[in-house]
């Protein structure tokens, strides 16, 4: 059986949740924090040997005053990320545990994930090498320029908004780390596409929504009340106790 870490990049300022108090990731839902919906799913697995939270140096105090039980009963790994994406990952992969196999970075901020596609998506990966979820775009894409003018509708075909996890052979990420010199990529699968390494897509759900603002939020809480509950993983970790998780 192969071996996954799992890192969950959520070192981002949430600019347009619009909350005071807290960043998207650690926002309550349904008597959880975000991050923790979604590192649930993984920790639940027997092929994920180390999960990997990645955030803001700045919300390392904060963080440690309300999670700190959560991090050391769940065996979490925290790093602190750095300026962009790019960067947290990067920091993320120095801390990886060398017998793992595959490196899935998946969003903290999307909370409504399932183990059957976790599960699908890690076999892609060990096809391939590398895979991710998307969906393929069925709206009307528009270019627009200045003043909110439209320049150009553009074609949609073989157009997919990529989701996460995505999951890649160790090795591979890490060369593609190692050769980004500085790009600031928007999603992992970039800067492995970049080193001309084929990229498996798999098609994602509709459902596995990314948390940006306040409305995704209502959404996912009603998203997660028809999505299957995550299994308990046998190992007496309180992984399905809700007052575990608040």
Request: glycine share 6%; aromatic share 8%; proline share 4%.
């Given at each position: 059986?192969?071996?996954?870490?799992?890192?969950?990049?959520?070192?981002?300022?949430?600019?347009?949740?619009?909350?005071?108090?807290?960043?998207?990731?650690?926002?309550?839902?349904?008597?959880?924090?975000?991050?923790?919906?979604?590192?649930?799913?993984?920790?639940?697995?027997?092929?994920?040997?180390?999960?990997?939270?990645?955030?803001?140096?700045?919300?390392?105090?904060?963080?440690?005053?309300?999670?700190?039980?959560?991090?050391?009963?769940l065996g979490i790994d925290v790093v602190d990320g750095g300026k962009e994406r790019s960067d947290s990952i990067e920091k993320a992969l120095a801390?990886?545990?060398?017998?793992?196999?595959?490196?899935?970075?998946?969003?903290?901020?999307?909370?409504?994930?399932?183990?059957?596609?976790?599960?699908?998506?890690?076999?892609?990966?060990?096809?391939?090498?590398?895979?991710?979820?998307?969906?393929?775009?069925?709206?009307?894409?528009?270019?627009?320029?200045?003043?909110?003018?439209?320049?150009?509708?553009?074609?949609?075909?073989?157009?997919?908004?990529?989701?996460?996890?995505?999951?890649?052979?160790?090795?591979?990420?890490?060369?593609?780390?190692?050769?980004?010199?500085?790009?600031?990529?928007?999603?992992?699968?970039?800067?492995?596409?970049?080193?001309?390494?084929?990229?498996?897509?798999?098609?994602?759900?509709?459902?596995?929504?990314?948390?940006?603002?306040?409305?995704?939020?209502?959404?996912?809480a009603q998203i997660l009340k028809v999505l299957p509950k995550p299994r308990t993983s046998g190992t007496g970790n309180p992984f399905a106790d809700?007052?575990?998780?608040?």
């Amino acid at each position: 059986m192969s071996k996954f870490a799992v890192i969950m990049p959520a070192a981002g300022k949430s600019r347009r949740f619009k909350d005071k108090h807290y960043k998207k990731p650690f926002a309550t839902l349904d008597k959880r924090a975000v991050w923790l919906h979604s590192a649930e799913k993984f920790l639940n697995r027997d092929d994920v040997i180390q999960l990997i939270l990645v955030i803001a140096e700045d919300d390392r105090e904060s963080f440690e005053m309300k999670f700190a039980a959560n991090v050391a009963i769940l065996g979490i790994d925290v790093v602190d990320g750095g300026k962009e994406r790019s960067d947290s990952i990067e920091k993320a992969l120095a801390h990886v545990k060398p017998e793992a196999d595959f490196v899935a970075v998946h969003d903290a901020a999307r909370p409504c994930i399932v183990d059957e596609w976790i599960g699908t998506l890690f076999e892609a990966a060990e096809k391939s090498g590398a895979a991710l979820f998307a969906l393929p775009v069925t709206a009307t894409l528009k270019r627009v320029g200045d003043q909110n003018i439209v320049k150009e509708t553009v074609d949609r075909q073989g157009l997919w908004e990529a989701q996460t996890p995505q999951v890649f052979r160790r090795e591979v990420l890490l060369e593609a780390y190692a050769r980004r010199n500085g790009c600031v990529a928007t999603d992992d699968a970039q800067l492995v596409e970049q080193i001309g390494h084929e990229v498996a897509v798999v098609e994602g759900s509709p459902l596995n929504r990314k948390i940006t603002n306040k409305q995704d939020l209502r959404l996912a809480a009603q998203i997660l009340k028809v999505l299957p509950k995550p299994r308990t993983s046998g190992t007496g970790n309180p992984f399905a106790d809700d007052d575990f998780f608040r």
